[in-house]
């Protein structure tokens, strides 16, 4: 992605824009539950004309909660971790990649009517899981970063340790998690797509700015340390 670099050196607080994701992340979050609890998925399917398939509740209210407890994460990254430029580009691109995956996830997945069974208690455990693996390592970073004698240092402890980009790692994790708890297999073109764009656009970009930020105190550490996944690469 273009920019991507110059974005993490810029460190505008940027928070009407949040402001506004974070409005219409709450508005997709509305959806998903009108889609989920107030009969959106019924009404849906008869304007596509498809079987009226409704998932239990209980399949219903763990995707709700999935997206409830992703919403909440997006406001603490969006107002505390997140200290860069947010541009209204990425403001729309966000908003309409997040909207997407609530109607998404809502839509197919409430539709599932097989019984919730072991596949959605893996999909819980790898979705909290991953929901630590990305929010456990921004906080860490964060309570290191807010100490003035790690003042322009780079982190490379806690949950970094184990990848340079273990946040991203979490994110497909928690993703995966969510794919198993909607019980649609067209749905993991989402982790796929997800994957994708780390390992192409996201962590590229990133790495290039990490570089000429910090040197060879980051060369050292992308030497010694695994890229995004744990172990592997």
């Known amino acids: 992605m273009p920019g991507l670099a110059e974005m993490y050196r810029d460190k505008s607080p940027s928070t009407l824009p949040k402001s506004i994701l974070a409005l219409l992340h709450l508005s997709a979050i509305c959806a998903a539950a009108w889609l989920l609890f107030g009969g959106g998925i019924l009404a849906v399917s008869g304007w596509l004309h498809l079987g009226a398939d409704l998932a239990s509740p209980l399949r219903r209210a763990l995707l709700l909660g999935a997206a409830a407890v992703y919403f909440l994460?997006?406001?603490?990254?969006?107002?505390?971790?997140?200290?860069?430029?947010?541009?209204?580009?990425?403001?729309?691109?966000?908003?309409?990649?997040?909207?997407?995956?609530?109607?998404?996830?809502?839509?197919?997945?409430?539709?599932?009517?097989?019984?919730?069974?072991?596949?959605?208690?893996?999909?819980?455990?790898?979705?909290?899981?991953?929901?630590?693996?990305?929010?456990?390592?921004?906080?860490?970073?964060?309570?290191w970063k807010q100490q003035p004698k790690h003042h322009g240092q780079l982190y490379t402890e806690g949950l970094f340790r184990y990848a340079m980009h273990i946040n991203y790692f979490g994110d497909l994790v928690l993703f995966s998690g969510w794919v198993l708890l909607a019980g649609r297999l067209l749905l993991w073109i989402i982790p796929i797509l997800m994957l994708l764009g780390f390992v192409f656009l996201n962590i590229p970009a990133l790495d290039r700015y990490l570089a000429e930020r910090y040197g060879e105190a980051f060369r050292m550490y992308a030497a010694r340390t695994k890229r995004l996944v744990p172990f592997v690469y």
């Open 73 to 143: 994460r997006v406001l603490v990254t969006l107002f505390v971790f997140l200290e860069r430029r947010m541009g209204w580009a990425e403001v729309g691109t966000v908003a309409a990649w997040i909207g997407a995956l609530y109607v998404c996830f809502a839509f197919f997945g409430g539709r599932q009517t097989a019984p919730v069974g072991l596949r959605e208690v893996v999909g819980v455990l790898l979705y909290l899981g991953g929901s630590y693996l990305n929010s456990g390592a921004e906080y860490q970073r964060h309570v």
